[in-house]
């Protein structure tokens, strides 16, 4: 006789559904809101110099470096949702990976607001805004993820 797996309870599995469902929403949002803030070039960055050198050039992606972060934790974070979504990884440790990404994600867009001239003169400051709702929703669907007692 095959092993049977045992069923999860019927909340179990719609709340890892909802959970991928969040996570991954709140991902495709970050990702836009990054190529939104890169691709940006507002009015009041018009005095922007051609870059000069290695040592302009590293200084700028300091600047842009956390952006950049939060699009790499994005993408992590689709793949952390596709492996609990087809149930590869189990929901407790996913819940707890999908909440320290969504927290990199904040934190990672909160630093670069200070950072990024223009994304505080109002220019591409709804793609910053975006984001940080994009990283709460992540965060949301690694506590939602948890509470299916799976």
Request: net charge positive; aromatic share 2%.
């Amino acid at each position: 006789m095959a092993a049977q797996r045992p069923a999860a309870p019927p909340n179990a599995r719609a709340a890892r559904i909802s959970g991928v469902t969040f996570s991954v929403g709140g991902a495709v949002v970050v990702i836009g809101g990054v190529i939104s803030i890169l691709a940006g070039s507002p009015a009041a960055a018009h005095d922007l110099a051609p870059v000069t050198g290695s040592a302009d050039l590293i200084q700028r992606f300091g600047e842009m470096s956390p952006i950049v972060s939060a699009a790499f934790a994005a993408l992590t974070v689709v793949g952390v949702a596709g492996l609990l979504g087809l149930r590869r990884l189990q929901a407790p440790a996913a819940s707890v990976e999908l909440a320290v990404l969504g927290l990199v994600i904040i934190f990672s867009i909160v630093g670069a607001l200070g950072r990024v001239g223009h994304a505080t003169d109002g220019g591409v400051m709804g793609a910053a805004v975006a984001c940080l709702m994009g990283g709460t929703a992540v965060l949301a669907g690694g506590i939602i993820a948890v509470l299916g007692r799976e």
